[in-house]
């Protein structure tokens, strides 16, 4: 899910509440004390500006790992995704100078964006982005006015979510607005108490911290016979693109190792004749 408010609103403090969070600061504020103690408390653990968190490949190398590799995280948040992806749309705007025209700039972070959310997907873990607010602009009496606030980062990152909360401070307690919503239990328009327990009751704490399951990816093996039957079979055109595009995946190698042997049984069951199968 993705959440977002002003700071001071309780984002993070409510969020390092769920299960065995590996937290990524990219902001450098969550290193304090009694940051670091709750963290650690709940079976956590951090990495930060020191360990390289405002590189945007390296956090997505994080999560392919966290994918791939064995142990005992159930959650992960991302503190704030606001600022790796400004991060990438200022170091690209000092790379084109006066060429940067038409959101040229902001390509590149867009991209890792999409890259971010496809390994996020096939991930087995709670996933929490934290993003700045800013204004929500729109016109009202055919002007130009403030109609609300949303998020700040990739403009369609909610679209890809399953979730989207909007943190607000209240007097005496912090609420959760639901803004997009594909989960029962959180209707669009609704709020409800900022906590974990609540959230939990909401979508079920056995789901929340059950042990996450690793991500086998494909063998050499098959990496090597998948591109053979490439160069061997004609395939239908944008037949590779449609089976990567549907196992969330930008190529071979990153392709989960069942849905490509599935991939490379129905390539030589529909393409290849049985007589050459026979002789192989």
Not at 93 to 119: E, H, N, T
Not at 188 to 198: I, K, N, R, V
Not at 224 to 250: R, S
Request: some cysteine.
């Amino acid at each position: 899910m993705l959440i977002y408010g002003k700071p001071g609103v309780g984002k993070t403090w409510t969020a390092l509440d769920f299960p065995n969070v590996y937290y990524i600061d990219t902001e450098g504020g969550a290193d304090l004390e009694h940051y670091t103690e709750k963290l650690k408390n709940s079976g956590g653990v951090y990495f930060g500006i020191e360990q390289g968190s405002l590189d945007f490949g390296n956090v997505i190398g994080q999560i392919q790992a966290l994918a791939t590799e064995k142990h005992e995280y159930k959650t992960v948040i991302i503190d704030s995704i606001t600022k790796i992806f400004n991060n990438e749309v200022a170091k690209e705007a000092d790379r084109l100078g006066d060429k940067d025209a038409f959101g040229a700039s902001k390509k590149p972070a867009v991209a890792m964006v999409r890259q971010l959310i496809s390994w996020i997907q096939r991930l087995d873990m709670n996933v929490i982005l934290i993003a700045h607010e800013k204004a929500l602009w729109g016109i009202v009496n055919g002007q130009r006015a403030e109609i609300g606030v949303t998020f700040d980062c990739y403009d369609k990152l909610e679209y890809e979510l399953h979730l989207a909360l909007n943190i607000i401070k209240l007097p005496n307690k912090r609420n959760a607005i639901v803004k997009k919503s594909r989960l029962t239990g959180f209707n669009d328009g609704e709020a409800f108490e900022w906590s974990y327990q609540e959230f939990a009751k909401r979508y079920g704490k056995d789901i929340l911290e059950a042990q996450a399951t690793q991500l086998i990816l494909a063998t050499p093996e098959q990496i090597t016979k998948i591109k053979y039957l490439q160069e061997i079979v004609k395939l239908p055109e944008g037949y590779a693109a449609k089976c990567l595009t549907a196992a969330n995946a930008e190529r071979w190698e990153d392709m989960d190792s069942d849905k490509l042997q599935k991939t490379i049984d129905y390539i030589e069951d529909k393409f290849i004749p049985k007589s050459i199968q026979e002789t192989k």
